[in-house]
């Protein structure tokens, strides 16, 4: 019976293109909570066939992928490679964020019955997706203001220091900033290649710089400027052999790689799920290391603050938009199906495959490590001659792919940054690559 339900959900919405799917969403009342269930079930119903089909293939070929990116929402004809700024969401998880604003709308009373004990839920979720507690998950709205939460929070004193090293985004940086304007610390920064050798070049540099007054490694975890992944465990190890606390910004991280928190020993964790895990933008995360709650003060207080004994005490703020919440729930549910591991050989298959062949065009500078350990689905690159603003332009006007600009001419991290999530396929990486050596032909 089972089965034919889902067979009758399936046929329901078999042929739909993207157009009619868009159409048939904003249906404005007629689409009901059933429907958009429907329209889920539909979904996995899909996803679950892909995977039987391919259950013994770690690295399935390019028609799995080619059927999974159906599953995404975008505009007819737009190639998306610039995901690691906005990424877009599944169609489960569009479908889920209309859902719960539907019953905020014509139920408010669920808001404060029943969805609160959905939160809960994502909060497992969450917890079980980056094998943590959850009593160690804080809900933000994004990185940044996780990175905030712990500079605000710890207590340091005049002249205590924080490591930052050269590759950190504003949202990194400037809460330390803030700290030493506000309470006289110390920013000390500590350069990292582009793109460094090894991880004992990264390792050693920082152990170098610490000394008996530094009680904080800030670091960026998936370097937006370079794509570096940086070695988070062999960095934590470290510094917790010399009592500094860890804490990594790693904006691009959550549905990228398969993140392990007790794997990598660190201390605090901030990501933003609306890049790479399909999230809706506004919700976020920060891990807590149950071992270091006690060095951390909330930011935000209201009631609770002082009763919880968890990381639920930096996270009392109020009434949230709880359909993003839920819809991050979603984004975990439709990752899982897919599988972690599974993702992540995508994306860094596909990025090694743009390294390589972007090595063999004359003129080409790779920003990113080549190493697998430390670069995952974000690449930069400059070529000598050409302006990476004029790259980007090209690239949308003759193929209607995103791509962008990065890093500043100043301090010679200026180049042009390329994502290859999992809805990309070597098609695109192979007209990018196509558009980009007719450039430097015509340069040439």
């Not at 066939?49 to 028609?63: A, C, F, M, R």
């Not at 002249?159 to 700290?179: A, I, Q």
């Not at 290859?420 to 192979?430: A, F, M, P």
Request: proline share 4%; charged share 25%.
């Amino acid at each position: 019976m089972i089965e034919l339900k889902q067979r009758e959900v399936t046929d329901s919405f078999k042929g739909f293109s993207r157009r009619d799917f868009v159409k048939y969403l904003f249906a404005g009342s007629a689409l009901s909570l059933a429907t958009l269930n429907k329209l889920n079930a539909s979904i996995y119903q899909n996803v679950t066939s892909l995977n039987q089909k391919y259950i013994e293939d770690e690295s399935p070929d390019g028609v799995y992928w080619d059927a999974l990116s159906k599953h995404f929402l975008f505009k007819d004809g737009l190639i998306m490679m610039n995901n690691g700024t906005v990424g877009p969401m599944p169609k489960p998880v569009f479908n889920t964020l209309m859902k719960y604003f539907r019953i905020q709308v014509t139920n408010p009373f669920d808001v404060y019955n029943f969805i609160p004990r959905k939160k809960e839920e994502v909060r497992t979720k969450l917890a079980q997706f980056i094998n943590a507690s959850p009593d160690e998950i804080v809900i933000t709205r994004n990185t940044t203001e996780g990175m905030n939460f712990v500079a605000n929070g710890l207590d340091m004193k005049e002249g205590d220091e924080v490591l930052l090293s050269t590759m950190e985004h504003p949202g990194g940086t400037h809460p330390w900033r803030l700290k030493e304007k506000r309470f006289g610390i110390k920013i000390k920064e500590v350069p990292i290649g582009l793109p460094p050798k090894n991880v004992d070049e990264i390792v050693s540099a920082f152990d170098k710089a610490i000394t008996p007054r530094t009680k904080i490694i800030s670091i960026s975890h998936t370097v937006f400027i370079s794509g570096l992944i940086v070695p988070l465990k062999e960095l934590c190890q470290m510094a917790h052999e010399k009592d500094v606390l860890v804490i990594a910004d790693s904006a691009h991280g959550i549905g990228m790689l398969d993140l392990n928190m007790k794997e990598l020993g660190i201390d605090f964790f901030a990501s933003s799920p609306y890049k790479w895990l399909g999230a809706p933008t506004g919700v976020g995360l920060l891990y807590v290391r149950k071992e270091a709650q006690d060095e951390l003060w909330p930011t935000i207080a209201s009631s609770g603050w002082d009763r919880h004994e968890s990381a639920r005490k930096f996270e009392t703020l109020g009434q949230r938009a709880d359909a993003l919440t839920i819809a991050l729930g979603e984004a975990l549910d439709f990752q899982n199906a897919i599988g972690k591991r599974r993702i992540e050989r995508r994306i860094k298959t596909l990025a090694g495959y743009l390294k390589r062949e972007l090595n063999n065009i004359p003129g080409v500078k790779l920003h990113t490590s080549q190493d697998f350990y430390l670069s995952g689905g974000l690449t930069a690159f400059s070529v000598k001659g050409i302006d990476p603003q004029n790259i980007v332009n090209y690239m949308r006007e003759k193929y209607n792919i995103v791509v962008r600009t990065i890093g500043n001419k100043e301090k010679g991290t200026y180049g042009v940054r390329v994502s290859t999530h999992i809805y990309v396929s070597l098609k695109h990486v192979n007209l990018f690559l196509e558009g980009l050596r007719h450039l430097v032909k015509r340069k040439v």
